[in-house]
């Protein structure tokens, strides 16, 4: 649904239509990556996702899955072939508007190559059929993500790069679209995904759950857990839907607080603005082990049951992140750094110490050397986006911002930044931008400079 990144030069366009190409044929093919800085095969150029369509079937004792993947996108330039991100698992057939198309692997980028171009602005549906094993990848900074095996079913999830190992697309934080998911596993099992359950079918000895995503989702958000799970279902006193699902063996554990969700998106949305997306909720699953929680859009997941703190990290991403998200993984921070503050504006809220007192312990603390180890808005490799300088410090550079302002207008910043890029992507440049077009004739150069953009510790906190 967002803007996609034009990769073939005219040039290159032009010499690949006189090398012989020849009569009728002017499409050119799209980019295997986007240009992100991390990750340079993540995403694809040529064309805009506007939907997934996933029907899945999962064997959790043969560990096999078998899946039929309906993309429909817009071509955003003339297109004789195009890639799309996905990895491991075997492609048995692919079409595209129904006819048998060409294609090729090579690592993570899956070249198709359809019977007939595609003229730019066409809305096109890629059919990818394929089935095997999904695997678990490791990202570079040693996490664990994808298809993770659980003791009764299995969890995938996916930041940065994880969800192309279940099924093939746009796999970019920039290329956010919509989603339906159909999966069927066998019965006793169920099968909790983002979005609002729709249907639980069990028709001799499986159940199939479709579940529907309707606002736009960028594809490392989208989750699937399958297993026994404790299932709450109930709505806010606003009435949103409300979907849980809990390892059982975290059951007694989680039930508190989770059942503090109401509480904390009604403060949110005092401090953040209106939730952004139709239902919400939490998946618990201790199973497969992962050490880490992540802010799956509606639906965070979590590897055991979460304190406050941590429910109020993930469901602040659901404005930061989820609805507003990165460019590129180079804006992270954009991310954690808000999700960090509102760890902090929560405490502040709730009678503990204020943001200002966080911050202030953070620059005085000496055993926080990791904070000032690399600028927020610039972390040296992919190993390290998800370090303490973008988090911590990334929060940091907002208290900097609200000590230019004042609390009234940082207020209104915070929300005025989540409603301007609702549903949206932004990076780090349409921050500061934004900043200064909300506090006109305040000078804001010395913090992007020395917190944002600079090395090292700032010299005045
Ligand atoms: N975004 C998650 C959170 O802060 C953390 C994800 C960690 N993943 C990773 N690859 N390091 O809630
Ligand atoms: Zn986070």
Redesign the pocket.
Known sequence: MARTVRLVPALLASVLTLAGCGGGVHGTPGGSGVRDPYFPKAGNGGYDVAHYALRLTYAPDAHHLTGTATVTARATQDLSAFNLDFEGLEVERVTVGGETARWNRAGQELTVRPHADIDRDDTFHVTVRYSGAPETVT?P?G?R?GWLRTADGALALG??TGSMTWFPGNHHPSDKAAYDLTVSVPQGLRVVSNGELRSERTARGRTTYRWHTGEPMASYLATLAIGRFDISRSRTPDGLPVYTAVDPAEAAASRPVLGRIPEVLRWAEKRFGPYPFSSTGAIVDRAADLG????TQNR?VFPGAPDLT?LV??LA?QWY?DSVSPKSWRDMWL??GF?TYAEWMWEEDHGGKSAQETFDLLYSGDSSDSVWAFPPADPPSAAR??EAPV?WRGAMVLQKVRQVVGDEKFWRILKGWAAAYRHGNADTADFTAYVEKQAPGEDFEGIWEDWLYGEGKPERP
């Open positions: 990202d900074d996490s993500e930041e940065p880490y929680a992540l802010e965070p941590l990290h993930e991403h992140g991310n954690e999700a986006i998800s988090y």
